[in-house]
């Protein structure tokens, strides 16, 4: 279902309510409970602790609901800090499984290393002014190719509610994180990966980050009359590929609290054919024996769909019985809080002000 007919389902349920109650929500406003209640619905599809007390691999149907959310991406381990680890990418929102390539090697004589690199660029968004008269984020390749990936001149009509950007930072963000998305995968297909804020372990406080392995130079950053060029860091990361054939194992991601004694058990600790790892925060850390090569892991998991935005054309990527009952809860969620008859205050306080 597309952005469009999502407002009109929502609009066409709220009409029994007093008009003169509902005619004043802005569409902003309504994409705000929209998605809101998709993340809770994912929750509820996701989480065993939904009333029926079933995750979705416990229940066929909600696997079904969420096939369309699963994708998968390939990883080389990377060494940092001591530790292998993977970074989880940016849409990540649910594990679900990981198929391990991996060999046994007992000595490097059949080992290379090949290299990988990583292209990173850290934005940080910062407004000086309350007023934005120009804000403009441009990438530029090698090849000395520039992109436009989000022009603030360009957002519809009434996108922004007050002429103080700084009160509606948060809809100048999420704006920027459609349009820039939008504009990278024009531009790299599925090969990069943009932040906010939070990658791995790291917390950047107001910085859009991008990573690809597809090369990169630099992303200007133009607000109001300052520019500044932030120039990309490469990152290579050198790891090692066996001569000796590969075998597939599995990765068991263990709790923390059980992860110390599942490591000193013999019976559970990671062997050749089932290696143990934990989350932690935006990455997953592996153990495994030191005669293995991990050659590839290839990680299963549930992405987060794209956000709703009415303005600026962005559709919910699900499927048509997951929208239904998203538009069934929003309706319930809204009409609760016009009963109250203090809508104004709620979406003052809480939707304007995110």
Known sequence: MNVQELHIGLDLELQEINSASTKNIL?????????KEVIKYLNSKVSPKN???????????N??????????????????EGRTVMVLPSNYFKYIRSEVSVSKSCNDDNLQRKNEITYRVDVPIELELDVLTNFRIVITTPSNTSITLFDFSKLPSGYMTNLNTKKQEFMLIKAIKILVNRELTRLFDTNFNLYWENIGTEYNRRTLIITSTSPISNVQLFNNSKSKVYT???????????????????????????YTDTLKSSLSAPKSDSLTGRREKGLIVLNYPKSVIVNNVRMFYIRKPQQVDLLLNNDLDLDQESVDEILENTVRHIKAILNNGDYERYARETILVE
Do not use: C, H, M
């Open 63 to 80: 696997i079904d609901v969420t096939d369309s959310l699963v994708n998968y991406s390939d990883f080389k381990p990377i060494e940092k």
């Open 27 to 35: 569409p902003q406003e309504k994409d705000w409970f929209l998605n």
């Open 51 to 61: 009333r029926n007390n079933l995750g979705f691999q416990d229940n066929s149907s």
């Open 232 to 258: 990309a860091i490469q990152t290579s990361n050198f790891y090692p590929v066996s001569a000796n054939p590969s075998l597939l194992a599995d990765l068991r991601i263990i709790d923390d609290e059980y």
